[in-house]
């Protein structure tokens, strides 16, 4: 079954980078599935349909700290503070001196815009590993 991937941002540019770093699998073993969001409130709507488990139906969240009029910094620390056993998330953010904030979000990574293709789906294959084990 795929990881279910879930991106916010306002910004459909951002969105489609995203989904170019991560492609459809992040390694042969972690096929992914990527749902996209622009606006905040679309996002926790998705939320909020919890799976037939009463789990949060994502995986993992990736959200642009740049969004507007939600920054996804905010949306983080809202997910965190929530949602029972929430996915853990990465913060994209627009400068270096913004990685306290994301911090504060309580995102487990955060990654600097212009999105590092590399960077991205190495970091969303380590969390997403974790999150898969942690819940075998």
Request: aromatic residues 6%; negative net charge.
């Amino acid at each position: 079954m795929a990881a279910r991937v879930a991106i916010y941002s306002d910004d459909s540019s951002v969105r489609a980078a995203v989904k170019a770093a991560l492609g459809s699998k992040l390694a042969t073993d972690l096929p992914i599935e990527t749902l996209e969001f622009a606006t905040a409130d679309a996002l926790r709507q998705y939320v909020d349909q919890l799976d037939a488990k009463g789990q949060v139906r994502a995986d993992l969240f990736i959200l642009d700290g740049e969004a507007a009029p939600e920054g996804g910094i905010g949306v983080a620390r809202q997910l965190k503070d929530e949602v029972f056993n929430c996915p853990p998330s990465i913060v994209l953010i627009a400068r270096q001196s913004d990685s306290w904030l994301a911090a504060w979000s309580r995102a487990e990574a955060s990654l600097q815009h212009p999105v590092d293709a590399f960077a991205l789906a190495k970091t969303a294959t380590e969390l997403l590993r974790a999150r898969l084990l942690a819940n075998a």
